[in-house]
C-alpha cells in the first residue's frame, strides 16, 4: 500500500466503535484519507434507517468540523461481515478500523470478519484511546 486515501470504519455506535472512529480520524487526518462511517443494518424499517442516517450524517458533519477530516457516513443493509465485504469490494477502502468489544465478540467471529475481507484491519479494543470527546453521544450535540 503505497498510500492511505480511504479509511473504513464500521459502527454501531458502541464504545469499542467509538474508539475505532477515533483511531480512524488519526489515520485519516495526517494522510488527507477519506473516513467513511459504516453502519450495517439488517433491518427493513424505513424509519429506523433513516434515524440512523440522519444520526451518522450529524456525525459525520460534527467530526468533520473538529478534526478537519472528511468523513462520509453508510448506511449497508446486512450481517456486519456481508455489509463490510460489499461495501470494501464496491469502494476504494485502502484500511479498514474495527473497534473490538471484547466481552462481545468472540475471536472466531472477529477471525472470519478479518479474512473475509481484502484489506489489511487495524483492531481496536474498547479502551480509552483518546479524550476529544467521550463517546457519540458527545460529537452528536
Given at each position: 500500500m503505497d498510500s492511505i486515501s480511504e479509511v473504513l470504519v464500521p459502527t454501531d455506535f458502541s464504545s469499542a466503535s467509538w474508539q475505532a472512529v477515533l483511531a480512524g480520524i488519526r489515520l485519516a487526518h495526517p494522510n488527507h484519507a477519506h473516513l467513511?462511517?459504516?453502519?450495517?443494518?439488517?433491518?427493513?424499517?424505513?424509519d429506523y434507517n433513516h434515524l440512523i442516517k440522519e444520526k451518522l450524517d450529524k456525525l459525520s458533519n460534527n467530526l468533520a468540523e473538529i478534526y478537519n477530516v472528511d468523513v462520509q457516513g453508510v448506511i449497508e443493509p446486512g450481517e456486519l461481515k456481508v455489509s463490510v465485504k460489499d461495501y470494501i469490494a464496491k469502494n476504494a477502502i485502502d484500511v479498514m478500523v474495527l473497534g473490538i468489544d471484547r466481552?462481545?465478540?468472540?475471536?472466531?467471529?472477529?477471525?472470519?470478519?478479518i479474512e473475509s475481507v481484502n484489506v489489511?484491519?487495524?483492531?481496536?479494543?474498547?479502551?480509552?484511546?483518546?479524550?476529544a470527546t467521550e463517546n457519540f453521544s458527545d460529537t452528536l450535540k
Open positions: 467513511r462511517l459504516l453502519h450495517y443494518s439488517s433491518l427493513e424499517d424505513e466481552e462481545k465478540y468472540h475471536n472466531g467471529d472477529l477471525s472470519r470478519l489489511p484491519v487495524m483492531v481496536v479494543p474498547d479502551n480509552k484511546l483518546g479524550k
